[in-house]
């Protein structure tokens, strides 16, 4: 369960198009802060509050040097949800359905 909620938290992060668009940018290299607010247009409280649920997600990482902060793609953590997303979307022998305590005895019928 605990896989569920640390991927749940991601998706989350990336349950708001500007964040995903701030991804999406990020995938092309390190972006500095204020070249992501001069795509948005947004205020530099509201950049933050998006830079933090995907920092805190583990999907971006920031470094800061000076007065401003530089973004970038956690790779690792890029590259174990990609492989987190097509476990869960594909059929599998270790499929929770199939480990699941209780499970009703019609479920067989459906396989």
Known sequence: MDNYAQYA????A???PKRVMIVDMLSCGELCACK??????ISQSTLSHHMKLLCDSGIVTGR???KWTYYSLDEKSISSTKRFLDAITSDKESCI???AAGC???CDDYE
Do not use: Q
Not at 9 to 12: G, Y
Not at 36 to 41: A, D, M, P, Q, V
């Open 9 to 12: 938290r991601i998706f989350k």
């Open 14 to 16: 990336l349950g708001d």
């Open 36 to 41: 992501i607010l001069e795509k948005f247009k």
């Open 64 to 66: 800061s040097e000076g």
């Open 97 to 99: 359905c199939r480990t």
């Open 104 to 106: 009703c005895d019609t």
